[in-house]
T-cell receptor, first 113, second 111 residues
Framework: DAGVIQSPRHEVTEMGQEVTLRCKPI?????LFWYRQTMMRGLELLIY????????DSGMPEDRFSAKMPNASFSTLKIQPSEPRDSAVYFC???????????FGDGTRLSIL | RKEVEQDPGPFNVPEGATVAFNCTYS??????FFWYRQDCRKEPKLLMS???SGNEDGRFTAQLNRASQYISLLIRDSKLSDSATYLC????????????FGRGTSLIVHP
């Protein structure tokens, strides 16, 4: 079975550029999560979708960050404009139901120069 | 008090040792609990769920203590390959079941 698929695996870009991260959840999973991980802050939940609807976006750091889930099989996390402090590993995860564990994608390693 | 707390370690143990980690949580209404393992520069991977009655998977045993609000992970007969960071996850009550991750406990198993 295919797991959570994220793209790109690595992204290096200059500050001020727009960055778009993509995620395909596991088929049949109705919840999707975006996380950011850094050494300083650990794993932070950015936003959580349930049945394609954003439920909690309180972790989105600021207006430069936006996330969409146009259908059950695709989500994007966009940063515009990007800043060096956005450099981190961004993970996408999905799960079937509230009491179930999440399954993570391989992550996108983002470096903003 | 943080929602989910773990001792960051590192726990440095020899092969064959038994090691245990605890994870405390603040929300008494939390409903589901998990342990994940994360290797360096990799994604977190589910190690095991934690059930109220405790559960075992090979060398790994997980337990839940609701009265004291903590979960534990016991690793017996440690292997070099067990070296990793172990993250606990607590899902809160409510329709959303928002998960909260601990910062992780680092384990180093040496020869």
């Amino acid at each position: 079975d295919a797991g959570v698929i994220q793209s790109p695996r690595h992204e290096v870009t200059e500050m001020g550029q727009e960055v778009t991260l993509r995620c395909k959840p596991i088929s049949g999973h109705n919840s999707l999560f975006w996380y950011r991980q850094t050494m300083m802050r650990g794993l932070e939940l950015l936003i959580y979708f349930n049945n394609n609807v954003p439920i909690d976006d309180s972790g989105m750091p600021e207006d430069r960050f936006s996330a969409k889930m146009p259908n059950a099989s695709f989500s994007t996390l966009k940063i515009q404009p990007s800043e060096p402090r956005d450099s981190a590993v961004y993970f996408c995860a999905s799960r079937t139901g509230g009491g179930q564990p999440q399954h993570f994608g391989d992550g996108t390693r983002l470096s903003i120069l | 008090r943080k929602e989910v707390e773990q001792d960051p370690g590192p726990f440095n143990v020899p092969e064959g040792a038994t090691v245990a980690f605890n994870c405390t949580y603040s929300n008494s209404a939390s409903q589901s609990f998990f342990w994940y393992r994360q290797d360096c520069r990799k994604e977190p991977k589910l190690l095991m769920s934690v059930y109220s009655s405790g559960n075992e998977d090979g060398r790994f045993t997980a337990q839940l203590n609701r009265a004291s609000q903590y979960i534990s992970l016991l690793i017996r007969d440690s292997k070099l390959s067990d070296s990793a960071t172990y993250l606990c996850v607590v899902n809160g009550k409510g329709g959303s079941y928002i998960p909260t991750f601990g910062r992780g406990t680092s384990l180093i198993v040496h020869p």
